[in-house]
């Protein structure tokens, strides 16, 4: 007797709270919108026409909504992710409801422990409750979404877990039977949350869902089991793509991952089932990897980029999977073909996705994402020298490609990004051929190759840079440039010194005759052309045959090669004077004809 009162004087306090909770939260928005609520009276004015009729209504209505529409107000994102704000509001209600969860709980147990309630009551009474109170949960939403998401929640909880009971403790139910309530639940809960434009209360139905086949015990079917979260995630898709929930498909290919740890890892677990199913899921991961592309790139086109962040974790991810998935599980023998169709895949994705929506992000996204497939599949093929030019030419086709596909200067110099990959793999080819006795040798063609690639890469950036006028891509384009005449100068040093290896000190005194010509040429065809990219790679060879005679050469050639090196290239450099006189002269020339 005792207890019914308790619970009964429980319910009347939370139903008072949640009426007092609601007059004050009222209270307090007409005081931060500065609408005191004293009424105050005045006269009315004659030159006034009043509203009448139906038009009065309509007036009255529009001046003060419904709560209904009121708590269905878009909220701005950042306060929609904040638990925090979340706890505060109706902290009453939901600090009730956790207690009368425990409370439930201990009565329940004091019942089964007396053989009050038999079995088959246990479970139905479990269910029942839950049941009652997700339909109090979905009437209270009507009028106060956030207070009625909360006893969905409860109620769903409460029932997908006396189904868990009835299970795994008396065995009522088969796996797919408590798998399909569990089901019915969800999708309930997702329904309201739809319905009342409830997140939070999506993200619950989603977790609930996604849990489900882990509170069913006995299911060992792998198929089974992918099929269900196959099933769950297009249901995933579809709520995020009429109410814009992007993060909800994040969450589900989480999801998703965690269920496939156990098989991507099944050497490390040592498990022969999922050893043996691996190769039966693989096709279920290439469905998962395909329908969270799609669904990417069309939310894209559809709605634009709502969130960088979101799309960026969204194809990090995907690929990540799908990567995992077939390094692990994969034959040996198809895994280079396989991630170099990945990569066409991605790369087709992430063209359709910036042609239709002119949005950077995905295409850098799902574009990176590709790239490690192309470079993941030819590491798999290739290593050393062949992998340096493997490398080296995609990067340069990838450039060219981009640029001639989307038209975009800025996108072209972000790829180029890419030359870093094969310039760090060459520093053991610079090593090699340092100390090699051979003129023609597979590090001497690797390192042309970087060279030439640098050089028509920066030509390309810097040309049409200038077209668009876009400085920063223009000294990229620059920097590309000097990097690979850095290549060329290493290269002919090499070549020389190996040529005339019984003679170092004219060797070297050749090889800086040729470094000063050069620059002086690029540098003074830059000036008169205006060409900053030319400007830039003379100054940079200069600078170093300059700065190679002071501190290296000087100590270490003998005296007649020093002499005659240090008057060659001095009578080279002061002959300039009269060039850049020239240039000064026709400079104030243009100035005093305009």
């Known amino acids: 007797m005792t207890t019914l009162l308790a619970l009964v004087l429980f319910g009347f306090l939370i139903f008072y709270n949640r009426s007092l909770s609601a007059r004050l939260s009222a209270l307090e928005l007409k005081f931060k919108e500065g609408r005191v609520p004293i009424e105050k009276k005045s006269e009315p004015k004659m030159d006034t026409v009043q509203p009448v009729g139906f038009i009065a209504t309509l007036k009255s209505e529009s001046d003060n909504p419904p709560a209904y529409l009121k708590e269905n107000t878009l909220q701005p994102v950042e306060n929609q992710n904040q638990f ?23 009565f329940v147990s004091y019942a089964f422990a007396n053989n009050w309630i038999g079995p088959i009551g246990r479970i139905s009474v479990g269910i029942i409750f839950g049941v009652i109170i997700m339909a109090l949960g979905f009437w209270r939403m009507v009028k106060y979404p956030a ?16 189904i868990f009971a009835g299970r795994s403790v008396y065995g009522f139910f088969t796996p797919i039977s408590a798998v399909g309530f569990d ?13 009342f434009n409830v997140k939070s ?23 089974f089991l992918f099929s269900y979260l196959f099933f769950i995630s297009m249901a995933t898709l579809f709520l995020a793509s009429v109410t814009g929930w992007k993060d909800l498909i994040v969450s589900s290919l989480i999801f998703v991952g965690l269920y496939s740890i156990p098989y991507v890892g099944a050497g490390s677990f040592g498990s022969s089932m999922f050893s043996t199913d691996g190769p039966i899921i693989l096709n279920f991961a290439y469905l998962f990897s395909m329908m969270y592309l799609v669904s990417g790139i069309f939310s894209v086109i559809k709605k634009g980029v709502q969130n960088i962040n979101t799309e960026i974790l969204l194809a990090t991810l995907n690929g990540l999977f799908i990567f995992m998935w077939v390094l692990s599980v994969a034959d040996k023998d198809w895994q280079s073909i396989i991630f170099a169709s990945l990569a066409l895949v ?3 994705g992430s063209f359709i996705a910036f042609r239709f929506s002119s949005q950077l992000a995905p295409f850098y996204a799902y574009g990176s994402v590709a790239v490690a497939f192309i470079a993941t599949a030819t590491a798999l093929e290739l290593s050393g020298t062949a992998l340096i030019v493997a490398f080296t030419f995609e990067v340069l086709f990838l450039v060219v490609s981009v640029f001639f596909l989307t ?14 990959a094969p310039i760090m793999l060459s520093f053991e080819s610079i090593s090699k051929y340092a100390n090699s006795q051979e003129l023609f040798t597979k590090d001497f063609f690797a390192l042309v190759v970087i060279a030439a690639a ?19 891509d223009v000294n990229a384009g620059s920097v590309l440039i000097v990097f690979g005449v850095l290549y060329l100068g290493y290269i002919l040093w090499q070549f020389i010194h190996i040529s005339m290896v019984g003679a170092p000190d004219i060797a070297t005194m050749t090889t800086l005759v040729i470094y000063t010509i050069f620059g002086l040429i690029a540098y003074f065809s830059g000036l008169y052309g205006n060409d900053t990219a030319r400007r830039v ?3 940079t060879l200069l600078a170093f045959v300059v700065i190679r005679l002071i501190f290296v050469d000087v100590w270490q050639m003998e005296l007649f090669g020093r002499v005659v090196t240090f008057l060659a290239i001095g009578v080279l450099l002061m002959s300039t004077a009269f060039l850049t006189k020239k240039k000064k002269q026709e400079t104030i020339e243009k100035i005093i004809i305009k």
């Open 84 to 106: 925090t704000n979340w706890l505060k509001e109706d902290w009453l209600m939901k600090l009730g409801a956790f207690l009368f969860v425990v409370g439930f709980g201990w």
């Open 147 to 162: 207070q009625g998401a909360v006893f969905m929640a409860l109620g769903g909880g409460m029932a997908i877990l006396t």
């Open 183 to 195: 089901f019915i639940i969800v999708a309930f809960i997702s329904f309201a949350s739809y319905k």
């Open 201 to 223: 209360l999506g993200f619950i139905a989603q977790v609930l869902a996604f849990i489900s086949p882990l509170l069913v015990a006995g299911i060992t079917d792998s198929v």
């Open 346 to 348: 991605f790369s087709i």
């Open 407 to 420: 038209k975009n200067i800025k996108i072209t110099s972000a790829v180029s990004w890419l030359f870093v």
């Open 454 to 472: 640098l050089i028509i890469a920066g030509r390309v950036i810097t040309h049409f840079g200038k077209q668009e006028q876009e400085e920063s």
């Open 537 to 539: 790679y003379g100054v």
